[in-house]
């Protein structure tokens, strides 16, 4: 059910069974039922990349634009900035992205105007500034996107679902939420599945990322939100906040795409600023990417951002 040979990743048995495994007992225990055997820890030296969670990894596995767009990516995420020649192409995959507590009224309407110039695929702002982004890109076929539960995920499910609804009510069509990671170390997995399921309810037919904070969690605990998540009904999986102490590595695309397989999307963010970070992430399976370096991504140059995703 969670496993996919597919194009991203490495044949590693080992790691196959682990996972498959893994996600069983994520299934029997929303079922009520009790595992009937241990299953060893997981961790990523099981995986052949060989990880060590260092958050270098982001800069392995160049390949050119067009290999992304022909290998399935269908939207790359990045913030403001955007200056000189750039890529139409790329640009169209971009969700536009400020998350930065401080934003103002003029920063959010320049990301606005920065995405209907350059045609990104969407503007990802907080849930108290979706209004004036939904007004601000009205008829210029970029969608809103708004985050909820955001940044820890501590919210209650109900305050998460409230949340949810507002934003789409004030304009949103993406949600972005926080997995409640706590619950989640602690195996409390109907808590968290439930947690996931009414906001992708509450949300319908809009689509749900679950940001599962990839930085926080074990290589087995990221297998397990990623079940959750896809049981859920969630559209997406989605590496990491950006302020939760560290961001998207090739090592944790290739492990969700196995888990998810070809039919939900990942989304990748934090710590992605050029191109070749992006191309990376991409060509180990996510779809999208969250970044804070838009002129990096698109237009290839080399100056860094400070707007935080």
Same mark, same amino acid.
């Given at each position: 059910?969670?496993?996919?040979?597919?194009?991203?990743?490495? !044949? +590693?048995?080992?790691?196959? +069974?682990?996972?498959?495994?893994?996600? @069983?007992?994520? $299934? !029997?225990?929303?079922?009520?039922?009790?595992?009937?055997?241990?299953?060893?820890?997981?961790?990523?030296?099981?995986?052949?990349?060989?990880?060590? =969670?260092?958050?270098?990894?982001?800069?392995?596995?160049?390949?050119?634009? +067009?290999?992304?767009?022909?290998?399935?990516? /269908?939207?790359?995420?990045? =913030?403001?900035?955007?200056?000189?020649?750039?890529?139409?192409? $790329?640009?169209?995959?971009?969700?536009?992205?400020? $998350?930065?507590? +401080?934003?103002?009224?003029?920063?959010?309407?320049? #990301?606005?105007?920065?995405?209907?110039?350059?045609?990104?695929?969407?503007?990802?702002?907080? &849930?108290?500034?979706?209004?004036? #982004?939904?007004? @601000?890109?009205?008829? /210029?076929?970029?969608?809103?996107?708004?985050?909820?539960?955001?940044?820890?995920?501590?919210?209650?499910?109900?305050?998460?679902?409230?949340?949810?609804?507002?934003?789409?009510?004030?304009?949103?069509?993406?949600?972005?939420? #926080?997995? =409640?990671?706590?619950?989640?170390? &602690?195996?409390?997995? @109907?808590?968290?599945?439930?947690?996931?399921?009414?906001?992708?309810?509450?949300?319908?037919?809009?689509?749900?990322?679950?940001?599962?904070?990839?930085?926080?969690?074990?290589?087995?605990?990221?297998?397990?939100?990623?079940?959750?998540?896809?049981?859920?009904?969630?559209?997406?999986?989605?590496?990491?906040?950006?302020?939760?102490?560290?961001?998207?590595?090739?090592?944790d695309i290739e492990l969700m795409r196995k888990v998810v397989g070809a039919d939900m999307e990942i989304k990748a963010s934090g710590g992605?600023?050029?191109?070749?970070?992006?191309?990376?992430?991409?060509?180990?399976?996510?779809?999208?990417?969250?970044? &804070?370096? &838009?002129?990096?991504?698109?237009?290839?140059?080399?100056?860094?951002?400070?707007?935080?995703?």
């Amino acid at each position: 059910m969670f496993m996919s040979n597919n194009k991203y990743m490495k !044949d +590693d048995k080992k790691t196959d +069974d682990l996972v498959e495994r893994i996600a @069983q007992r994520v $299934l !029997d225990k929303l079922e009520g039922l009790t595992p009937s055997e241990h299953i060893p820890e997981l961790d990523c030296q099981h995986l052949k990349t060989g990880c060590i =969670n260092c958050g270098l990894c982001i800069i392995k596995k160049p390949a050119t634009v +067009d290999h992304i767009v022909k290998n399935g990516a /269908s939207r790359i995420g990045a =913030n403001p900035g955007i200056n000189g020649d750039f890529d139409k192409e $790329l640009a169209s995959m971009i969700d536009h992205t400020i $998350l930065k507590p +401080d934003a103002t009224r003029e920063e959010l309407i320049q #990301v606005c105007e920065e995405a209907k110039k350059y045609h990104f695929a969407t503007v990802c702002v907080n &849930s108290s500034n979706i209004a004036l #982004v939904a007004r @601000q890109l009205r008829g /210029s076929g970029v969608k809103p996107i708004a985050v909820v539960g955001f940044p820890l995920g501590a919210a209650t499910t109900h305050a998460k679902v409230f949340e949810a609804k507002e934003a789409i009510h004030d304009g949103a069509q993406e949600i972005d939420m #926080v997995i =409640n990671i706590g619950a989640l170390k &602690s195996r409390e997995y @109907q808590v968290v599945h439930d947690d996931i399921k009414q906001v992708v309810d509450a949300a319908r037919p809009h689509k749900v990322k679950v940001i599962i904070e990839t930085a926080q969690l074990t290589c087995e605990e990221k297998v397990e939100a990623c079940v959750l998540a896809k049981t859920a009904g969630a559209a997406f999986v989605k590496t990491s906040t950006g302020f939760g102490g560290g961001g998207a590595t090739v090592e944790d695309i290739e492990l969700m795409r196995k888990v998810v397989g070809a039919d939900m999307e990942i989304k990748a963010s934090g710590g992605i600023r050029t191109k070749e970070d992006a191309k990376a992430m991409i060509e180990a399976g996510a779809n999208r990417i969250g970044a &804070s370096a &838009s002129v990096a991504i698109v237009t290839g140059s080399t100056g860094k951002q400070k707007t935080k995703y």
